[in-house]
Structure formats: C-alpha cells, structure tokens
C-alpha cells in the first residue's frame, strides 16, 4: 500500500494485519493502537510511532500520499498522539532491555 515502507508492514504484520483490507476494516486509528501494543508486547520502543505513522496509515487507506493528508486530520492525530504519549500508556520508556 501506498506510504507503508518494510518496517510498518512488519509492524503490521505482526498484530496481524496482512492485508489491505483488513487495514481498512480495523481502520487508521484502530491500527495503530494495535501497532503500539504490538511494539510494546515485543519489547520494541514506541518513540518512533507518532502522528507522522498515522499520516502514512491515513494516505494508506485513503490512496493519498501522506503529505496530502487533510491539514485539519493531521492536527486531530497530532493531538491525539499527544494525548497518548501523555497518558504515559506507549512511551518510548516501555521499550524494555535497554
């Protein structure tokens, strides 16, 4: 799919996410919460997922590039990634092993 490079389709595949379409079903939010416990539950850091990884699942499941992504849903996922990271739920602290 368009915008999603071998290290998301990793991390898609393994919350089991194979297809387009199940990447439609689950929707863009819904994967990438899925994303992030997959990190987390693997014992990888979730620094990296932020709302730039929401802006490629979003042109993903739009068939847009991701710098074409509505400015008014980028700000909603920047927001949204804030409110996440503040919770404290999926920081880059989770990752374990350092």
């Not at 994303?35 to 987390?40: D, P, T």
């Not at 990296?48 to 996922?77: I, M, Q, S």
């Amino acid at each position: 799919m368009r915008n999603l490079g071998p290290a998301c389709e990793r991390d898609l595949n393994a919350v089991g996410i194979f297809t387009a379409q199940e990447l439609i079903d689950i929707g863009v939010e819904g994967a990438f919460l899925k994303l992030l416990q997959g990190r987390v539950a693997r014992g990888l850091g979730t620094n990296g997922c932020n709302a730039a990884y929401l802006f490629a699942l979003y042109g993903a499941v739009h068939e847009c590039d991701w710098r074409e992504v509505p400015e008014a849903t980028k700000l909603a996922f920047k927001h949204w990634t804030a409110e996440i990271r503040q919770a404290g739920t999926f920081g880059s602290h989770n990752k374990r092993n350092k």
